[in-house]
């Protein structure tokens, strides 16, 4: 089954978070300008979403905007400028202008994974879809789960809720799946349940996970979907692992 049987009604805008500075990289480089197979890891993921052919990309920036803006500048995705730093969550309230007479789908990347397969990014949508959702995030089984934020499920197996790493209780660390930071929205649900999120974690920041709790109030599912190849969503922030990602893209695609 191909995607183009779920993209006839509903149109997709894909969104890069691309933001952050990347402190661990110790680099004055922005890190989602990194090089990965001789290009900056940005435009891998910019070509990713070229391949479910949207309607449009719009990267998020904001450490070492000019630079961003200059590496955006031979590609057709768009920007949108996040002042402040203030979560995942803030990132995405900066959409809203650009979308506020958007009616689809939104799918949420990260501008620093860019080993994401797009049959991955297909079989999201689909379930997206298929389930009439009004959220599906991608869920991954790791045996060493650190620092990702754990998937707590229903007795049903549904989603409860998502506990970012540095708020999870002893039991929660145990949990091997982990929320892999990607996702799909209805747009116009997702911007009304940002509205009320608030900072009132231990790193003060929005997240967006902290969003999906709306969603069943407003009558929409959260669906979850496994991925088959945890690898393909491995990130960078250090230098050890951007050889090391350096180093499975090459074996993977060169």
């Known amino acids: 089954m191909t995607i183009n049987s779920f993209e006839s009604h509903r149109p997709l805008v894909v969104a890069i978070l691309a933001a952050g500075k990347g402190k661990r990289m110790k680099s004055?480089?922005?890190?989602?300008?990194?090089?990965?197979?001789?290009?900056?890891?940005?435009?891998?993921?910019?070509?990713?979403?070229?391949?479910?052919?949207p309607d449009r990309i719009i990267a998020i920036i904001g450490h070492g905007r000019d630079k961003v803006i200059e590496t955006l500048g031979n590609t057709n995705a768009e920007y949108v400028f996040q002042e402040k730093q203030l979560g995942t969550g803030?990132?995405?309230?900066?959409?809203?202008?650009?979308?506020k007479d958007f009616d689809g789908d939104l799918?949420?990347?990260?501008?620093?994974?860019?080993?994401?397969?797009?049959?991955?990014?297909?079989?999201?949508?689909?379930?997206?879809?298929?389930e009439g959702a009004g959220a599906t995030l991608l869920t991954a089984i790791y045996p060493d789960p650190s620092g990702y934020g754990r998937i707590l499920r229903t007795p049903t197996n549904t989603l409860d809720r998502i506990v970012e790493h540095k708020d999870c209780?002893?039991?929660?660390?145990?949990?091997?799946?982990?929320?892999?930071g990607i996702y799909v929205f209805d747009a116009q649900t997702l911007?009304?349940?940002?509205?009320?999120?608030?900072?009132?974690?231990?790193?003060?920041?929005?997240?967006?996970?902290?969003?999906?709790?709306?969603f069943p109030e407003s009558g929409k599912s959260v669906a979850l979907q496994v991925m088959e190849d945890?690898?393909?969503?491995?990130?960078?922030?250090?230098?050890?692992?951007?050889?090391?990602i350096n180093r499975i893209f090459e074996s993977r695609y060169v």
């Open 107 to 130: 799918l949420i990347l990260s501008g620093d994974v860019p080993l994401l397969r797009p049959e991955t990014l297909r079989q999201l949508l689909r379930t997206h879809r298929r």
């Open 191 to 214: 911007f009304k349940a940002l509205k009320k999120i608030d900072n009132n974690n231990q790193q003060g920041e929005y997240y967006l996970p902290d969003a999906l709790g709306y």
């Open 230 to 244: 945890p690898q393909e969503i491995a990130g960078v922030n250090t230098q050890e692992q951007l050889l090391e």
């Open 169 to 180: 209780t002893p039991a929660q660390l145990l949990i091997r799946e982990i929320n892999a």
């Open 28 to 53: 004055d480089l922005p890190k989602v300008l990194h090089p990965v197979g001789g290009k900056p890891m940005l435009l891998h993921v910019i070509a990713l979403a070229g391949e479910l052919h």
């Open 90 to 99: 803030h990132a995405v309230m900066q959409l809203e202008p650009k979308l």
